[in-house]
DNA sequence: CGTACGTTTGATCTTTCTCAATAATGGTGG
DNA sequence: CCACCATTATTGAGAAAGATCAAACGTACG
């Protein structure tokens, strides 16, 4: 779960930023000369809230958040999770008010920049902004499959689905073990995430488990048969726009 | 339906890009300057596939088109409404391959643009970079709320609240008539944007206008208490990004 | 060792779906 | 203008998925 020692925390932004294509050396310097400040918070901790008007961009260095949106009635929505070396606040860099609070789930380091810095390297070098529209355009495919999987699936296929993005999401930043994962919120933070209640997900992980799709030990999930539990999800991972080969270990 | 008589195609274009802020006059000559191809479509058209590798950016220059993805047992889920103005292909601008299709509700015109020019414009010209991120998070956020609304509402809010949005939406581009709006789709489609059934939609309807809050005629849609009708679907216009006096004829 | 939080399980209730049939509407060809 | 057809809207009855309520059980942690 703590991934590499990148001491730099900026070394998180710019890993992603290069997903997709390598940047030139001399904007690969300009990222990891930007201005930021570290800050380790605890789980629980808002990184931004609805509303807020934000001055700054965050990069989660290590640790777990989640967006989230809460009803007039009180029951929330889980939107996404942010894995280790998320750039949490792309969002907000070009917004000036915060549709949405993000939340951590677990203790966690995070780098600041100021909202100005990153906008003047997104603006001025087409590398760095080519990086982070594919960014930005990639969380918006996962929020069209999520609202695929709240609207049309039913609750096996929502919770199957989801774990195979965990496991595809995890495995390509290499935070997962092959054929199993930490899952990183608890099943009342599942249900928030996928339109159910926790009641329910219980009943749907042992469901799972029962049928031999996946494993569980405390909060570790290990997919025993992980063909049957793509099928189960209507899982594709087309949306999620990784390589194959950023996943090989899970093509066999 | 019709909007205004612009001979240019790409005005649509450019109005949407000054939503936010007004672009220099030179960047407005570049848009308008931009190589393109118009073409009439038949309603049902598909504008994009899901897989497709597009090689244009398509704006809408009339009619309605809608974002969808099918589920693996034929399932469809509606993931937003396109109206007249939107650019439609700016998802697609700066990845390769399609992760949802795009089909048109009405006959329609469609500007198209070659990829590469319009990138070029992105990318060099910061004040047309800046707005076109912008739009691509104002997507993204309406995408958020419509996870809320499938996840977290029960029926009739789903509706009550998808109504608001097209209410705002029209009414900001000038495409209602104050206390209503006709509504661009089928009871079907509304159930497929909602995850509902379409005989589900019907009685909900039936029970907004039994209870005062929309009358109906055909497909238009009369807001007889607009401000109740926002408290029965949970809407709040902050995730739209809109700014106020886009919509003054609703604040009332 | 006790408290708080998370998980598990059972029983009952509601919302929404499914299936099926009928009615309205718009468009088409004659 | 009219008869016909396809699509959309409407209504009813029964079934099912998932919610709700309530309680017991584990486990981590101060």
Redesign the interface.
């Known amino acids: 779960m703590t991934g590499s020692q990148d001491h730099h925390p900026l070394n998180n932004l710019l890993r992603q930023l290069e997903l997709y294509s390598k940047l030139p050396e001399f904007d690969r310097q300009l990222v990891l000369d930007l201005p930021h400040r570290v800050r380790r918070l605890d789980a629980g901790s808002y990184l931004v809230r609805?509303?807020d008007k934000p001055t700054q961009c965050m990069i989660l260095a290590n640790g777990y958040a989640f967006?989230q949106?809460v009803?007039?009635?009180g029951?929330?929505?889980i939107?996404s999770v942010c894995i280790p070396g998320d750039a949490v606040d792309l969002?907000n860099m070009?917004?000036d008010?915060s549709?949405?609070s993000v939340q951590l789930l677990t203790q966690s380091r995070v780098a600041d920049v100021p909202r100005e810095a990153m906008?003047e390297l997104?603006?001025?070098r087409?590398a760095i902004?080519?990086a982070?529209?594919?960014l930005?355009?990639?969380?918006?495919?996962i929020?069209?499959?999520?609202?695929?999987n709240?609207?049309?699936?039913d609750a096996r296929e929502r919770i199957a689905h989801i774990l195979c993005e965990f496991a595809v999401r995890l495995e390509s930043r290499g935070l997962a073990d092959g054929d199993g994962f930490e899952l990183p919120m608890t099943q009342e933070q599942l249900a928030d995430a996928?339109?159910l209640t926790s009641v329910h997900v219980n009943r749907v992980l042992k469901g799972l488990e029962a049928d031999g799709l996946i494993s569980r030990k405390r909060r570790h999930i290990h997919y025993s048969n992980w063909r049957a539990l793509q099928d189960a999800g209507?899982f594709s991972r087309?949306?999620l726009?990784v390589s194959e080969q950023d996943t090989l270990a899970q093509t066999y």
């Open positions: 609805e509303g967006r949106k009803t007039g009635d029951s929330r929505q939107l969002q070009f917004l008010v549709d949405h906008q997104v603006l001025t087409p902004g080519t982070i529209i594919q930005t355009l990639v969380e918006a495919s929020l069209r499959e999520w609202v695929v709240v609207g049309r699936r996928t339109g209507d087309r949306y726009h």
